[in-house]
Structure formats: C-alpha cells, structure tokens
C-alpha cells in the first residue's frame, strides 16, 4: 500500500490542497513543539542547577528563546501563547480534515458513477454495478479516517521527525546521533517483522475468512432451515464454528500485534536511554541542564508521529483499497458505441434490423444472441422469442443503439436509406428509440411501487412518447390478465398507426399478436473451453 | 455520558443511544476477570509511559546537582524497565482484550442465533438475507468493539490519570489538583463533543447517506434507460445534491469533533502551564527540591496520553450502541403487533404440540382462510381441502397477498379470518417447518455439498434418496455431468449453480422433506417451460409419497400442473 495514492493527489483538487495545508500545518506544530519544549527548559533549569546558569544551554537555538524567558513573569506568557497556538492548529487542521474528507470522496464518487454509467448496460447488469455501488458508498466513506488521521500523521511524520532530529542534532550531537540510530531500526524491524510472519498470518488471514464465511453461510439460511423445521441444531455449530475461528483470529493477532510491539519497544527504548545517557554526562558536568531538559523533553516528539502513523494505518486501509477500487474504475476504457457526432436520422417509417448479431457473454464462453437476424418493420410487432439466456435483452440493446455488437451489423432503413449504427451517431439513434427494460427503473419514487405499478408507469411514458422505434422486454411479465391484454392492444395499435415495434417474451398472448415472431438463440464461442 | 439528553429523546424513531454495558457483558459472557486483567495490563503500558517521563525527570534533576553515578543506578535500571515494559503490557494487553472481545463475539453471535430461531416464525421467515448477514456479521463484531476500543480504553484511562494523580499530589499536592481538574475537564469536555458529534452524524447523517445510496443506485441501475430518456444529467445532478447533503451532515458533526480535539490539546496545555507555574514557584519560595519540581513540572507532559482515547472510545461506544440495538430489533422479543394476537393460535392443541409425532400424511383444510400483514387489505378467502397427495394451485397477481397466504398457511401468521386446519387441528408456530414446510423462492443454497444441501431437509436423507430426488425434479443428468457427484460443493448463496438448477435443487429438498404438506413460493418472473417441467415432476414426487403441496405463483402456466387452482384475484 502505497501512503498517498498519487492518482488521488493527481486528478482530485481537494485532496491536492489538503495534502498542502496539513504539510504547512505539520510544520506549524513542529514549531510549536520546539518552542514550547525550549520555553518549559529555560524556566525550569535555573531551579534544578545547583548553581546559577551563565551560559546559554539552548546553543544557536538560543536565539529563539531569549535568555529573559528563565524568568516566570516572562516565559510563562509565551508558553501560554505557544499552548494556544497549538489549540488553534490542531482545531484548523481536524475541521480541514473533515471538510476536505467529504469533498474528496464526493467528488470520487460522482467521477466514479459518470464514467460508470458510461461502461454499457450489459457491463453494468453482470454484477459490476453493484460492485461499483458498494464501492462508492460503503466503500469511499472509509476514505473518511484516511484524511482525517491517517494522513495528518503521515505528514508530521514526515515534518516533526525530520525538524525535531536536527533540533536535538542542534543542542546535542551525542543524543541525536542515538535517535539517528534507532531511527531507521523502526521501519527496518516492522518490516522483517512483517516478512517473517508474512506466510503464517496468511495462512491465518484465510482460516478466519474461511470459518467467517461459513458461519455467516448457516446464519443466512436461518429463515430456510426454520421454513423446514430444522432451524434448533446449528446453534452448536455456530458456537463452534465460532470458537474456531476466534482460535484462528488470535493466532493471526498474536503476529500483527507484533509489528506495534516492536514499534513500541524502539521507540520508547531509545528515549529511555537518551534519557539515561543524558543522566549520566549530567554528572560528569559534559552537558547542561537546559540542554539536557530540552532534549528529554523533544526526543519523544522524534518517534510520536511514527507510531500514530503505525496506529492509524489498518483503520485507513479500508479507504485506501476503496479508493484503488475506485481509480480502477475510472481507468477502464467506456466501450464506444457508434460514431459520436455521426450520422443523424428521424426513424419515422424505418425499418430496424439485426442483420448477423452475435454479442459475446461477458465471461466470453457464449455468443447470446448467436447470429440473430431479424428485420422490424413499421406498422408491425416483431416478436423475440427464446428461452431466458440466450440474448433476447441483448438483442434488443442492440436495436435501441445501447450496445455495439461484437459480430454482424445493426442497420436502419428510413426512406430507402440506410445507416449503419457503427456511422450513426449512437445518442441521437437512442433517442429515436422508446426502450423498455424488464425491471424499469423510475428514480426514487418507483422504489415504492410495486413491479407491476413499476412496469405499467414504465409503459405509460414509453407508450405516449411519440418515439417511432419502441423496444419491449417482457411486456406483459409482473401484469395480472386485464393489464396484460389492454397492454397488448395499446402496443399492437402502436404498431398499426405506423411505430417499429420490437417485443422480446414467452407470453402466448404476445406472440399470437404479433406481425412476425423471430427465435433467438445462444451458442457456444468457438474455441473457447 | 448525557444524561439529559439523553433523557429526552429528540424524536420517537430515535430511542437511547446509551450502551447497556451491562447487558451487553452478560450476553457476551465477558468475565469481569478478563476486563481487569486487560485494564490491568494496559495500565502498566501506559503506566510505564508515565513512570518513564517521572523517574528520567528525576534522574536529570538528580544528575544536575553532580551526585556519584551510584545514586543514579536505580533510576537508571528504571528509566531502561520502563522503556521495555511500555511495549510488552501493550502487547499482552492487546491480546487479553482481542481474546475476551471475540470470545464475547462468539457468544453474543450464538445467542443472537439462537434468538432468530426462537422468534415469532412470521418475523424470521420476513428477513432478507443481506439483513440477517449484516446483523449477525458486522453488527455483532461491532458490539464486540465496545470491549476493546471503549470499556478497557476508558478504565485504562481513569486508572493511569489517577495514577498521574496520585505521583504529582505526593510532591506537590496543588499541582496534583490542578493536574486532576485538567484530566477532569479533557475527559468530559472530549467525550461530551464527541458524543454530540456521533448523534449528529446519526441522525442527519444517515438520512443523508441513504440519499446518497439511492441516488448512486438510481444513476447506475438506469443509466441505459437515462441514456433514452435523456435523463442523465438529472441523475447526476441528484447525486450532486445528494452528496452536497451528506457534506453538510458531515460538516454538523465535524464541529464538535473538531471541538473535541481542542479541548484535549488545550487541557493538556493548561495543565503543562499550571504544573510550570506552581512548580517552579514552590521551587523558588519554598523550598520544593529540585527533583520533585521536575517530576511535576514534566508529568503532564506524559499524562495525557491515556485520557486522549476517551473521543474513539466513546464514538465506538455509540457505534456499539446502535449496532446492539439493531440486533435487539432483529432477535426483537415481540411479535408485530398482531401478528399472532389475533387467531389465538398459541396454544393450539394437537398438531401444534411440539412434541406431538408428525404424521406421514394429512389432509389439509382452508376455511375461508384470508390471510393479512396488520394493516393491510386482506386477501378474499380461500375454501380448500387438499387430501394427501393433492396439489393446490394459488394464483394472483403481484403484491396481492399469495406469500402473505403462504406463511398463513404454514402457521407462521395468524389468519385474518377462516382457519387452516392440518388433520382437523389448527396451524400454529409449532407446525412451522414440521408438519407445514415452505420453500421460499429466495430460500438459501449452504456452502457445502449437494447431498448436505439436501440433508437440509432430513439429516437421516441417503445417497440413494438423495439421488432418487435429484431425478425426480429431473436433475439426474446434471448430477451424472458433475466429477464430484453428490460430494459437489456449492457456492454460499448457491451461486455455482444456474438459476433453473438452483430452482430444482429446492425443489428437490422439497420432496425429501418429511412434512405431510410442502408449500412453495414460485418467483416473480415468468416460469419458462423447463420451471413448468420441474413443478409437475415434484408434483408427482409429492403425490406418490402421499403428500400434499400448495404452489402460489402468478403464473397460470401451472394450470395442467395442479388438482386445482384457486384465484386471488377476486371478481
């Protein structure tokens, strides 16, 4: 895992900014750390030397602090002006954070479903839609503790650290030269940490998700087993499948938590022993007691950010992923449908056709529909016949300009002319098209209707909209027998006042209606296994 | 942590949001050993933290007035203790916590369990199954959280911080209360934010997250019918405005958790000012050592570190809370009102007893069975009677009530009016799956083999049984076509499989269930002529076992399949 996606820092502005700002924020609190470190030394070391100070123990840092702060009545003003600076940053930096956090996974998320929708009904009906849903939704939100604590840690781990080491390298070379040391034993140790246990806390990773997934396996067939009496046996199980799976959680833990032990051990162990160094070269007189002070009280600062960036790295990780899921996405190509700015036409009186169409299913084993060919006629119903699966809602994307087929040709015929959709311009072909899909969506006030109340609205807008082509997908499918027929004859009339009608469905009802009835058809790709 | 707001609700849909640790203790079967041990072993982590800064605070102080090495030797052996100690109780206290935390995840998925199983048959048989996954999942890990991210955090917390205390009043006793009322007010000012925070993104938030979730549906679901329509920018501009609402809603609760934050860092800096101040000054005018003064003066530094957990201990308390109360809903002790009120069908003797023996066959009566969810229309009634080895067909359109019928029949739901009568005896929760079986049309494939799927219905179910039902719905060649055979393992949700073939799989575990009467849920869509097929081949199964079965489906295809049809249609 990369700590900043550069594609997120690329292509979306508030998250551009946000990074600036906390890194100018970061630096703010590295000043504010020092000065307060060096304030709290220069009013405390005068009552801890046993004898008066004479010279300046802060060396060139010195200069920040004037030597008239060891007096109460003068440094305790600036500490407390440090301390509030402080409040103020930090209040900044968590309302930027969130401010920023909202607006990048909104914008993440609007990308992501314009160029979403623009990958084709077939991509989105396989599955991918709501795998993109998720994405964006649940998904992006756990982008949220990523800007608000991840990356504010990333980026004073990336000031205070650097800034307080050659701070400390300022006041006293030996105690810098400890942290210098111990410095790079963190990530060198969290790694071979993480390299030794890589394979048994993978092994770990897969029992837990194993035994989780069949726990939630019997756990979702509860109302199954109740509707055949045998809903009272599986709660052993449950308990035993769980216990086995906690088992297998700790054992993946008790590895994990060692990366945090070993961060947490050098860290607070080089302090310890700056500390300890420092008591010792006190009493040889090698170095003074405000330096002393000021470098016990900044060594901790070198190593905090470290480990908030260690403790804030799993909560974040989940974003992160959502966010790589996302840019996935985006870097897809859309599937291009005819020519954009191509040919335009009124469809009034054409004739629509398939001539060949064949469209690969999209793990690529099956041609649905297998070179289908048919020719709708003004003034007729065509009928689409076959067995669910083998491309009848295929076919009728094609006609409706929605999909561009992988074999064969889609051709409409207007006053003897005739465009090719692959010439046509694919917008403006849809838009003479009137297509009605099995499971009409209606925005949100369809969601509270049911799907027959779906469909009928559906066919009320399609019915009455003047388009000339109209594209049906089981008409008649959730319509009880009186809607049906009335549905059957509005269409069939459609027909006779001179619209291309195209039905795909299995209703006898429909298929005694129509003008022309064509069989489709599936077939295996060859070569394909 | 609010107790006024707390006390008064803001609207009636939005009920306590406090924690029932107790309850939620005892369900998880947490021993209090185990969360001492864990507030015990934390304590010392962040204890050492604290004992760390004091004794090298010492040390220097000490070092400053040139004493002999040896008087160091002690604090130094200390300083080093401390140095590891913070790391290792950090790690056992990690693990003790985890441990306990998944052990109560254990037991609270257990009993949830349980709980679903125990419940009213109409409120299991009407849960969707992504819910149940959520509330049996996510849900119940996150009640588990409240253990380690909130309760031990927050003991930690006030053990360290007394600890903090308790160092600083022995050198100087002001200090120690300035240093306690700095402690005080960074725990409930933090907490207090954080808690305001958490309900705001509730209540506005969720609101907004559900529009933001329907929108982006809506954009993606219809973006072919918006590319016809020329919708497209309406969707857009929906989720536009679906998402201006949720930044708004975020922007509410990022307030106080921005106040939150300020308040810790500036607690902690009125502490580090007041310790200074009263310090040094003792130092000055009274003689406090030089020793003492540093311990004092640098412990703040050390002491908060523990205390500024308390805003991610409570969010994740809240976060709990709601959790818990989602699965409470779910397990929910109640029946909906009415449901089983009505036809006072508890007690039923006969059948209902639920050590009663199931009867090989029976007939089943419906006498002017109308069957209604509180509150809504009930269906016109229905008149049967279904000898063994009968077939009743229910037709109707969709939305007017045939599963409603369905889970009446069964005993799930008590009838609006009329009676269903198995063998003379009334239905009731008893009969549910014993003597009235019900293949729902989402009903689940497990994630294991075929002839354990089938075992769903009869544990005692042989091979040779199984494959005997396996042809009957005319699956025979399918099983010969799998390398596995009966051993084939299937997907979780039964997603291995195609749509007809999970169809007949159910079908089939309908004709090895020992139930008298089986009642089927057909899908919405249309039955293409092999979904006909497989009815009339269970049918047959059915009646040649001498057992009756109920289809309802809108489909008048099954016509030919059944002894009867009977319509909901009304006139």
Redesign the interface.
């Known amino acids: 895992m990369k700590p900043i996606d550069p594609r997120l820092i690329a292509r979306i502005g508030p998250a551009r900014r946000y990074v600036i700002v906390t890194a100018a924020l970061g630096f703010l609190t590295a000043f504010t750390i020092l000065f307060q470190a060096l304030l709290v030394s220069r009013m405390l070391a005068p009552v801890l030397a046993p004898a008066p100070l004479t010279e300046d123990g802060l060396g060139p840092l010195g200069l920040l602090v004037p030597l008239g702060a060891r007096e109460l009545a003068q440094g305790l003003p600036w500490l407390v002006l440090v301390v509030v600076a402080r409040v103020v940053v930090v209040w900044v930096q968590e309302r930027l954070a969130h401010r920023a956090g909202t607006r990048v996974v909104s914008q993440l998320r609007e990308a992501v479903v314009a160029h979403a929708t623009g990958m084709g009904p077939r991509w989105i009906a396989s599955g991918k839609g709501a795998e993109v849903v998720t994405t964006v939704t649940r998904g992006l939100d756990g982008l949220l503790p990523y800007f608000v604590r991840y990356l504010p840690q990333l980026m004073l781990a990336s000031t205070v650290t650097p800034l307080m080491l050659v701070v400390v390298l300022g006041l006293d070379w030996l105690s810098a030269l400890i942290v210098a040391l111990t410095l790079p034993l963190v990530p060198l140790f969290m790694i071979l940490v993480g390299l030794v246990t890589r394979d048994r806390s993978r092994s770990h990773l897969e029992a837990m998700e194993r035994l989780g997934a069949r726990t939630l396996d019997l756990i979702a067939g509860v109302p199954t087993l109740r509707a055949l009496g045998r809903e009272r046996g599986p709660a052993a199980r449950v308990r035993e499948l769980g216990t086995a799976s906690k088992n297998a959680t700790m054992g993946s833990l008790r590895i994990a938590f060692l990366s945090g032990f070993v961060l947490e051990l050098l860290t607070t162990l080089s302090v310890a022993i700056v500390a300890v160094t420092l008591g010792f070269r006190l009493i040889d007189g090698n170095v003074s007691i405000e330096t002393a002070l000021a470098v016990l009280i900044l060594a901790p600062e070198v190593y905090l950010p470290l480990r908030n960036v260690g403790t804030h790295f799993h909560a974040s990780a989940d974003g992160i992923a959502a966010a790589d899921a996302a840019f996935s996405i985006l870097e897809q190509p859309t599937p291009v449908v005819g020519t954009p700015g191509g040919a335009v036409a009124d469809f009034v009186g054409a004739t629509v056709c398939l001539a060949d169409v064949s469209v690969a299913t999209p793990d690529g084993a099956r041609h649905a529909p297998a070179s289908v060919s048919v020719c709708a006629k003004p003034g007729e119903l065509t009928v689409l016949r076959g067995p669910n699966g083998e491309g009848k809602s295929t076919a009728l994307l094609a006609l409706a300009g929605l999909l561009a087929p992988d074999h064969g040709s889609v051709i409409a015929t207007v006053a003897g002319h005739q465009i090719d959709l692959t010439d046509a311009d694919a917008d403006a072909w849809t838009r003479q098209c009137a297509w009605v899909p099995q499971r009409p969506e209606l925005g949100p006030e369809g969601r509270e209707l049911s799907l027959g109340q779906r469909q009928l609205k559906a066919y009320e807008r399609a019915l009455t909209s003047g388009r000339p082509v109209l594209l049906f997908d089981e008409p008649t499918a959730h319509l009880d027998g009186e809607a049906r027929s009335q549905l059957v004859q509005r269409i069939v009339g459609l027909a006779r006042a001179g619209a291309t009608v195209v039905a795909a469905t299995h209703d006898p009802l429909v298929i005694d209606a129509a003008d022309a009835v064509v069989e489709v058809r599936a077939a295996a790709v060859r070569g394909a296994s | 942590m609010t107790p006024r707001s707390l006390a008064k609700p803001r609207s009636p849909a939005q009920p306590q949001q406090r924690l029932d640790w107790r309850a939620l203790l005892r369900d998880a079967e947490v021993k209090p050993v185990r969360v001492l041990l864990s507030v015990g072993a934390g304590t010392m982590a962040l204890g050492?933290?604290v004992g760390?800064a004091a004794v090298?605070?010492w040390?220097?102080?000490?070092?400053?007035?040139?004493?002999?090495?040896a008087e160091?030797g002690l604090?130094?052996v200390a300083?080093?203790f401390?140095?590891?100690a913070?790391?290792?109780f950090?790690?056992l206290e990690?693990?003790v916590s985890?441990?306990t935390a998944?052990?109560g995840?254990?037991?609270l998925?257990?009993r949830t369990?349980?709980g679903?199983?125990r419940t009213g048959?109409s409120r299991?048989?009407g849960?969707r199954?992504g819910d149940?996954?959520a509330r049996?999942?996510g849900d119940i890990d996150a009640m588990g959280d409240a253990v380690v991210r909130s309760l031990i955090p927050l003991g930690v917390a006030g053990t360290v911080s007394l600890l903090s205390i308790a160092i600083t009043t022995a050198y100087l006793p002001v200090a120690g209360a300035t240093l306690a009322g700095c402690l005080v007010a960074a725990a409930v000012l933090s907490g207090l934010m954080t808690w305001r925070s958490a309900r705001t993104a509730a209540h506005a938030g969720t609101a907004a997250?559900a529009r933001?979730?329907?929108?982006?549906?809506?954009?993606?679901?219809?973006?072919?019918?918006?590319?016809?329509?020329?919708t497209?920018g309406a969707?857009?501009d929906?989720?536009?405005a679906a998402?201006?609402d949720?930044?708004d809603a975020?922007?509410l609760s990022?307030?106080p958790?921005?106040?939150a934050?300020?308040s810790l860092?500036?607690a902690q800096?009125?502490a580090?000012?007041l310790a200074?101040?009263l310090a040094?000054?003792a130092?000055?005018h009274a003689g406090l050592p030089?020793t003492d003064?540093?311990v004092v003066?640098?412990l703040p530094?050390?002491a908060f570190e523990a205390v500024s957990a308390v805003p991610a201990a409570v969010q994740q308390a809240f976060r709990s809370a709601v959790a818990a109360r989602r699965v409470q809903a779910m397990v929910g002790g109640a029946e909906p009102e009415g449901a089983m009120a009505r036809g006072a069908v508890e007690g039923a003797p006969g059948l209902a007893a639920s050590d009663a023996p199931v009867p090989a066959t029976a007939p089943l009566r419906l006498e002017g069975l109308s069957a209604a969810w509180p509150g809504m229309l009930p269906t016109v009634p229905v008149t049967a009677t279904i000898e063994p080895g009968g077939a009743l067909g229910i037709v109707?359109?969709?939305?007017i009530g045939k599963t409603t019928l369905l889970l009446t029949i069964?005993g799930a739901l008590a009838p609006a009016q009329g009676k269903a009568l198995v063998g003379g005896a009334p239905v009731g929760p008893d009969t549910?799956?014993?003597?009235v079986?019900?293949?729902?049309e989402d009903?689940?494939l497990?994630?294991?083999t075929l002839l354990e799927n089938l075992r769903?219905?009869d544990?005692a179910v042989t091979e040779h049984q199984a494959r005997a039902a396996l042809e009957a719905v005319q699956l025979g060649p399918w099983l010969d076509s799998l390398p596995a055979g009966l051993d084939t393992r299937l997907g979780?949700?039964g997603n291995t499989v195609s749509?007809g073939e999970r169809r007949r799989l159910l079908l089939a575990?309908a004709v090895l269930?020992p139930?008298p009467i089986h009642l089927i849920d057909e899908p919405?869509?249309?039955l293409?002529?092999?979904g006909i097929d497989a009815l009339r081949a269970l049918v047959a199964a059915m009646r040649r076992q001498g057992k009756s079965v109920v289809i309802v489906t809108?489909d008048l295809g099954i016509l030919d399949v059944v002894d009867r049809v009977v319509s909901l249609?009304g006139s």
């Open positions: 050492s933290a760390l090298a605070a040390m220097i102080a000490k070092a400053a007035g040139m004493p002999s090495p160091l604090a130094a300083v080093r401390f140095g590891i913070r790391g290792l950090r790690y990690r693990l985890h441990e998944l052990g995840v254990v037991a998925r257990t369990y349980e679903v199983a048959a299991v048989l849960l199954r149940i996954v049996m999942g997250a933001v979730s329907t929108a982006t549906l809506e954009a993606i679901d219809g973006a072919a019918e918006h590319r016809v329509w020329g497209s969707a857009a929906e989720l536009r998402d201006l949720a930044e975020a922007e990022a307030r958790a921005a106040w934050a300020a860092q500036a800096g009125a580090l000012v200074l101040w040094v000054s130092a000055r030089p003064t540093a003066t640098l530094l050390a109707g359109r969709t939305g069964a549910v799956g014993r003597v079986a019900m293949t729902p009903a689940h497990f994630g294991t769903v219905a544990g979780s949700g749509g575990r269930c139930a919405a869509e249309h293409d002529a092999d809108h249609d």
